[in-house]
């Protein structure tokens, strides 16, 4: 047998180990979501059902009429941050957020594996000074691959004065592909900000 085709194979094989554990210790973390991601997932085609999207609470709407994402009243969230989210006394989801001056949101973090999708995108809306409320959707998917609804991370933030930390609530849902909503979990979150320097 070829030597070099042994050494790939197992290679390949602590690869799919490492990446089998790392779903299971997540489904262990987050029993209610399988693997929640953004990505599209390997062999997932277009004919799966979409998730039904007004069930997302809209939270632009309380908004209407205020400042929005790029008035400059009170501390910019726009930057980069390292934010940690808790619930319960306990770290739910830890990443690093990009928040960007035309009201969006790129949250790359590690409650899933790159593999599943870890990079998620949202929108924001300022609702006063340096306060923000941010609507994060999501896929989620079964520990087969299959898609079986949507997730959603919902933030109201305030930055602190000098414009380096923020904290603030979340709340996390869980929906089926028809929408309905399926389990819920609250917390804190905090985050500083990354600089050049």
Known sequence: ???????????????????????????????????????PQAGQGRGAAMPVWRSFRNLASPAAGKTTATAPTGPTIVGLWHVLFVSGGQTFDEGF?????DGTEILNDNSVPPSLGNVCLGVFVKTGPGTYQLNHPAWNWDANGNLIGTVAFLETVTVASG????????????????????SEVTGTLSAERITAD
């Open 97 to 101: 957020d990009q928040w960007h001056s």
């Open 163 to 182: 414009g380096n930390t923020y904290q603030g609530t979340f709340v996390f849902d869980t929906y089926d592909l028809s929408g309905n909503l399926l």
């Open 1 to 39: 047998m070829n030597q070099g085709f042994v050494q790939d194979r197992t290679g390949t094989i602590k690869k799919a180990f490492v990446g089998l554990a790392t779903a299971v210790l997540c489904s262990a973390i987050f029993p209610a979501v399988a693997s929640a991601a953004c990505g």
